[in-house]
């Protein structure tokens, strides 16, 4: 320990290199300046004369030091050695640490000096140690903040300052000083709350301070409108506060956010009224709490916010609460002219209009800014699958008897009630639907009584909404999704083109519409005795036993592919060109699709028919064999159109019905037989769109 400062009283953590600013290998000459540059340049913040004095001096003693070879190189073997502190006595210790703030270690000499300013070595009241240490330790504080600050250490930085105002007042000195202290610590408060709740949620203590210090700032500014005048007003305005807020909304989880602005509401808050609703529907939506919805709808029912268009907004809870007609209504009687001619003007059911507003709305508005939420594609198809769901949605319907979007445990897999309207997905997840190339499913074991229970809400309720919306979404879905792909055009321009692609697309469309809407919503499926069918060949099959027929032909390729050409496993595909086709032709187009798809979930070739086939669904057959071949098995898939039916059709959309033998079995790898499943007749209906000058298989639905 290096005495050149004479009694041991007090150490520093200061060597006599950084004493007076210079580097250990510095000359004579650049040490004699640096002491010169030192003495010019006194603290002016207010220090006694009698402790610069002091300063002076242990500036004189280093340099003497350092300057003097014999000194120095006794000194240097004690730093080599790891002595780096240096003791100072009692009469120069406030001077010592005036130079331990000026050379950077602003934090060590604050805390020093509170210390020094504590019981039981507090100095004698009204001496100049007293006044000087205080300074130093307001002036210390001020800056370690400064520094903390710079490192995004913004709660510590707060800390440094919060204890130098205390000091400040038990001290009772420096009012100035000690204000401007107060203004840095409101200042810096948005900056505490951020770096506080940014932090991981283990740190439970952290988040919770930061929140609390959240509310009572929104609530001393008058809620998130700030419509009181306090401390903080003049550190951040109405603007600031509103970017400051968007940048700490996401570190909130959505229960905190509902808790927060529920409780802002009570105060008076409209705009938190508002937020509180989008967080209900946000916890609602991806937590599965329907009830969470009414409360919302409540919420935003009462609320009275100026310019506000709510009609939409309740509109989508509806529509998630399965009530169509209410939602429709909504829309309908929108303030906003915009809105009301988009739906009027939409070309296509409205519906299916409403259905894409409410998914935007969820996609960027609603679900978005929560810490515990990731922001990904609404799925409004899984939302009405979920079992939780449907129970609460049957519950209402008992309770209102209204219109509801349905689907029964048997048949959850068939009944979509609502599709994915991104225009840049592919169509329907085929693997999601019974047959042809799903999987069987255990609902087939439920007993007779609940079977028919079940049937009849189908029939009765779901299956005409779900009909029409399959259609409807995967002709959006294909038509855009294609024109996109064609004209590879980037994401967010695709409206311009969607606009112009929609206007030729309504004549068509209209006419398709009215010849759907003239169609029977449900075939009479009753079982009559021995009815007789025609097949391509015209040879007449009996019905009474159809597995019989479907097996006869199991071992050899279906009699109705005559059209197309099998040749080492592959097909000469020629794509349909001509802007309306033959029922023969497009009969010749799905059989080439079931062949290919049934040698490939086989095994034996692989699956290319992007010329007629969009590639959604051959992305999903992949999938599909992917999935067989880690559970080791094959498919044997045997399928025989036996009437084909046109539907409706238009410029850019075809719909057919077709009624198909279908014989399945699984095999293990081994060759072990699993399964077996005949469906005779298997009702499909398939949709085809028009794009790039041919036509293509879009989706098709099974169990119509």
């Known amino acids: 320990m290096s005495n050149i400062f004479n009694k041991n009283c007090l150490e520093l953590p200061l060597d006599h290199f950084r004493l007076i600013g210079v580097n250990p290998s510095a000359t004579s000459e650049e040490i004699l300046r640096a002491f010169q540059l030192r003495l010019d340049k006194t603290p002016d913040e207010g220090f ?26 006794e000194y240097e073997n004690l730093f080599l050695n790891g002595v780096s502190g240096l003791e100072f006595s009692s009469n120069r210790e406030v001077a010592g640490l005036i130079l331990l703030w000026e050379s950077g270690a602003s934090k060590e000499a604050f805390k020093i000096t509170r210390k020094a300013l504590q019981p039981p070595q507090t100095p004698a009241l009204g001496s100049t140690r007293e006044a000087d240490l205080t300074l130093l330790a307001a002036l210390t504080a001020r800056d370690s903040a400064i520094q903390e600050q710079q490192l995004r250490a913004y709660s510590n930085a707060a800390d440094y300052l919060h204890e130098g105002i205390q000091l400040l007042q038990r001290m009772g000195k ?46 001393k500014r008058g809620g998130l409108e700030g419509n009181n005048k306090s401390e903080y007003g003049n550190f951040l305005n109405q603007q600031e506060f509103e970017a400051f807020f968007q940048q700490i909304k996401p570190y909130l989880t959505v229960q905190e956010q ?42 935003l029912k009462k609320l009275n916010l100026s310019g506000l ?24 009687s929108s303030s906003d002219e915009n809105l009301r001619d988009w739906l009027n003007n939409y070309p296509g059911n409205q519906l299916e209009a409403i259905c894409i507003f409410c998914k935007n709305w969820l996609e960027n508005d609603v679900l978005v800014g929560y810490r515990d939420i990731e922001s990904k594609e609404v799925d409004l198809d899984s939302w009405f699958e979920d079992r939780e769901i449907q129970e609460f949605i049957e519950k209402l319907e008992k309770k209102s008897n209204k219109t509801t979007i349905k689907s029964n445990p048997q048949n959850q897999k ?70 996109l792909k064609d004209k590879e055009i980037n994401r967010p321009s695709y409206l311009i083109y969607l606009y112009a692609f929609l206007i030729l697309f309504t004549v068509g469309f209209g006419i398709g519409f009215l010849r759907n809407n ?150 293990k790898s081994s060759g072990e037989f699993v399964s077996e499943t005949s469906l005779t007749p298997l009702k499909v209906k398939y949709i085809l769109g028009f794009s790039n000058q041919s036509w293509k298989l879009v989706d098709f639905v099974s169990g119509m």
């Not at 006694?48 to 070879?69: G, H, I």
């Not at 000083?177 to 951020?194: F, G, M, N, W």
């Not at 609602?284 to 919420?299: D, M, N, Q, T, V």
């Not at 079940?454 to 029939?459: A, P, R, S, V, Y």
């Open 48 to 73: 006694t004369y009698e402790v610069l004095n002091q300063r002076s001096e242990l500036l004189r003693l280093t340099a003497d030091l350092l300057t003097n070879p014999e000194s120095r190189r």
């Open 174 to 219: 420096l009012g100035e000083i000690r204000k401007e202290l107060e203004e840095d610590l409101a200042a810096l408060l948005p900056y505490r709350i951020l770096d506080l709740l940014s932090r991981d949620l283990n740190d439970q203590d952290s988040h919770k301070k930061g929140l609390s210090m959240l509310e009572n700032l929104i609530i």
């Open 258 to 299: 509902v808790d927060l602005f529920i409780e802002l509401q009570k105060r008076g808050s409209l705009e938190a009224g508002f937020l509180a609703f989008l967080s209900l529907t946000a916890i609602g939506f991806s937590r599965r709490k329907p009830e969470k919805l009414f409360e919302a709808r409540r919420i």
């Open 309 to 332: 268009d709510s009609m939409p907004l309740i509109g989508c809870l509806d529509l998630l609460l399965a009530d169509i007609d209410q939602a429709s209504a909504r829309f309908s």
């Open 414 to 483: 068939i009944s979509r009630t609502i599709e994915d309207f991104d225009s840049t997905s592919e169509s329907i997840d085929e693997r999601r639907l019974p047959w042809p190339g799903g999987i069987k499913k255990v609902y087939e074991k439920l007993d007779n009584q609940e079977d028919k229970f079940n049937e009849k809400i189908f029939k009765n309720k779901s299956i005409e909404i779900y009909k029409y919306l399959v259609e409807k979404i995967a002709e959006l879905k294909f038509t855009i999704g294609e024109f």
């Open 518 to 667: 003239s169609k029977k919503s449900i075939r009479d499926e009753a079982v009559i005795d021995k009815p007789l069918i025609v097949r391509e060949n015209d040879e007449k099959v009996n019905k009474e036993d159809p597995t019989k027929e479907i097996k006869k032909i199991s071992s050899n390729k279906l009699n109705s592919i005559t059209s197309t050409q099998v040749t080492n496993d592959s097909f000469k595909i020629q794509p349909i060109t001509k802007a309306s086709p033959t029922l023969e032709e497009i009969k010749n187009l799905i059989n080439i699709w079931l062949e290919s798809k049934s040698n490939y979930l086989a095994g034996k070739s692989e699956i290319n028919l992007t010329k007629i086939v969009t590639n959604g669904l051959i992305a999903r057959t992949t999938e599909e064999r992917q999935n067989d071949i880690k559970k080791g098995i094959y498919k044997e898939i045997n399928s025989q159109i036996r009437t084909i039916d046109l539907e409706s059709q238009t410029s850019s959309r075809i719909v057919v019905l077709v009624e198909l033998n279908y014989l399945e079995k699984i095999i």
